[in-house]
């Protein structure tokens, strides 16, 4: 989720026509081979933040090959709404994704089977391969983490470090401390918590990964049908503490939108941000040496040993239903896309993606380090399940409760935001059997 600037996507289509000769192959492990099977490419991308780069990288290899590639970008919120859309055409993506298990189980029967193919011999284990029995129905091409980012010449500014947040106690002292002066200090402790389409993302799939993950490991399990909602006091707590110490009044999220809260931070009205590592180049000019991100505390036991939120949403799946041809020029541009010195550069350098293949660059993004010296430490990431959600319409019911919420902080309506994380999940989940 990455960019040199701020872009404002809504929806990119970008054709870039090819030459004459082809790049295709005739077996189906993403090698080189005959020019007749010329082939073409068409990307559905999920990352807006992404899409200059996509563009740029799909023309360099149109360039390099001939083969016809064209990048289409969802806008943010909109991925599985477009992919509907873009299946039903006669030119359907040849290149999507899938966000995990359960967007797999819509997706499977367009999804090639990718065993064996030269990209699934670059991965650099197993586990990052998305298995639909023994079918491997997609393949992981980022490593993100994410969690609160923080400016650190701001948070000593208000006379703390890092060491001093250890768990939400801590960091609730820390926070509510800079709320108490942040006229004297002149900025507040957390960025907006937009609610806006742009943004709600942020809380009610990224921030509630954590009661569920926290609920999952207790129960030893990797999925279910029914959310108990152990954790749900705290996923309130943590969502108070948020917009309750923000740069605005809660009653005013459900126009707050990324841009602005990117904004904020940029321009130093807060200290605390929710985000990720793919927000890098976003706010780097804050300065490398001020940029740190810690995890999100919730106020769970042992958490003073929970490191940042870790994993993947983001599996490539190539339209088995597409030609032959254009399967093969597909295989063709997403291996050469973690193998070649452009794709590679692209990718790690430009998008700055940590990428689960050989070739992947150390990295210069430097929330990607701060995230990894958590681990170097011994602390346990916080693993991504929320893949595991039963639906796009959940996290839309969650959403909405939470801003209906944070406007009138009633118990009555946390109530509301327990039904929809509980009940709605138990509907939803069987709504998808």
Known sequence: MKKKRVLSVILTVAMITGLAAGCGSSSGSGGSGSDEAKGKVYYLNFKPEADEYWQELAETYTEETGVEVTVLTAASGEYEKTLKSEMAKTDAPTLFQVNGPVGLASWKDYCYDLSGSDIAGELTDDSFALMDGDKMAGIAYVIENYGIIYNKALLE??????DDITDFESFKKVVEDI????????FSAFTSA???????WRFKTHLANL??????KD???NNTDAIKGTYLDNYRQIWDLYINNATCEPTEISTKTADDATAEFVTEEAVFYQNGT??????????????GILPIYIGVEGEENQGVCTGTENYWCVNAKASEEDIQATLDFMNWCVTSDAGVEAMCRDMGFVI???????SENTLVNEANKYMEDGKTPVTWVFSTMPSEEWKNGVGSALTAYAADQTDANWDAVVTAFVDGWATEAAAAK
């Open 179 to 186: 709320t108490a002066r942040k006229d004297e200090l002149g």
């Open 219 to 221: 129960e030893g399990i």
């Open 157 to 162: 500014k208000a006379g703390y470090t890092a």
């Open 211 to 216: 009661p569920i993950y926290y609920e999952y």
């Open 356 to 362: 689960p293949f050989n070739s992947n660059l150390e």
């Open 278 to 291: 793919w927000e890098y180049n976003n706010i780097a000019d804050i300065g490398d040496e001020n940029l």
């Open 194 to 200: 937009g609610m806006d389409g742009s943004s709600d």
